[in-house]
């Protein structure tokens, strides 16, 4: 067949029979603990309960958090047309995380060239953590699919390479705003990030190409349906799902409550005057308090449904009282949500996954390495910066909010991705030389 002349599609399709291998492996035997996939039997569960009608109860509180009913709706989707097996929805996931794949081959083509493109596909391809995830019954597989795809159908018309005009780049624009939209229906936090980042190469491309007949054209048309979609998100996204579960409601609480001063911290109306009416950046100290929140929500409902004690929090006695703590805090929150565990520094206990992860990070710490060397190597900047951008400023939210181990781990599929043209890129000079030297012992 002439598709499987092309190394990039060769490399997809063998990303899919190896997602499909661990879907299989994984439904028939399932080779970590239980509470590894608690997830996935919780979105089972939940689609499940949708393929009967639901209770007035149910109904009127809503069973499912907003990040969770569009994946939830679609295996009850699955369950309805095939047949109620959570190995259906693993294998379409399988389908979703290889098309990513291919996407992203496209796109690290754009950034860094064909062969260093199509290592950092092979890189992707065979990451053991993405193989994983995007095998299993999780959003994981939709996440990569929708941020690639945002990311690859904004900057493709404004490559060199680029061919068409402004009818074709709407239809690629309106393809990245349907996918910038459900990145913020999985997960609402990536659209400000997202749309920063390609609004700041919209404007790079358009001052790159200043000067030049319709320069700013396609650039100017990018940035709008850009700022479009991101001021239209959240009206939208109220009328694609529902409010807040009953679940999620010890997050509404712990913001009205940061929200609201406490009562001994008020001073009385005589001791001083009204404060004056403004707006006000809070603090730094929500952000360690809603960390300790969310830990002692886990540590409690693991105790309860599990009987199980977590061990893989992350700095649960941080507290950031100044914006200096945060700022000291961050170097440290960064390397541990990236690249740990590693061996040595972080406790095996003869835990598979733990010593699987371990080899997996000294790897992520090379490929960093490497992609520092690579980023000297010559990249189309309007391509590269925005993923450089996306990849720091990911990876920096994810830092200070990440707060257990085990979620950093699987929350990598999101920004590593964009790091790997570059490594690509400074690894492949030594893999050249090398296979020139085991040529020449020849």
Known sequence: MACFRSPLLLIVFAAFALRCAAAIVTEKSPIFPAYYYTDAQMYDRDARRLLRPLTADEVKLGILAPGRELYTNWIAALYRVFTPVPLVPKLFNALLASLAILLFGLLARFAVGGRAALLATLLLALW???????????KEAWMALAVVAAV????????????????SSCGQYALASASLVLCGLLRGHLIPILSAALFAAALLRGWERRGT???WRLPALAAVFIAATFITYRPLSTRIVKPLSASDLKYDAY????????SDAVSPPQASPPPAVGLRLPGPRWISDFRRLSQDHDREWANNNMERKIETQLFPDATFNTWRDLLFFAPKAAFYSLFMPLPGLYPMDGKLGRILASMENVLALLLFFFALAGL???FDRAVGFPLLALFSSIWLAYSIFEFDLGSATRHRMLYLPFLLPFAAAGLDPILCRWSRRWRSLD
């Open 128 to 138: 053991p953590t993405h193989v994983f995830y995007s095998s299993q019954n999780l």
């Open 152 to 167: 690859y159908f904004y900057l493709r018309p404004l490559s060199p390479s680029a061919r068409g005009g402004v009818p």
């Open 213 to 215: 007949p319709g320069g």
């Open 255 to 262: 913001f009205l409550k940061v929200a609201t001063p406490p």
């Open 376 to 378: 000297r190597r010559g």
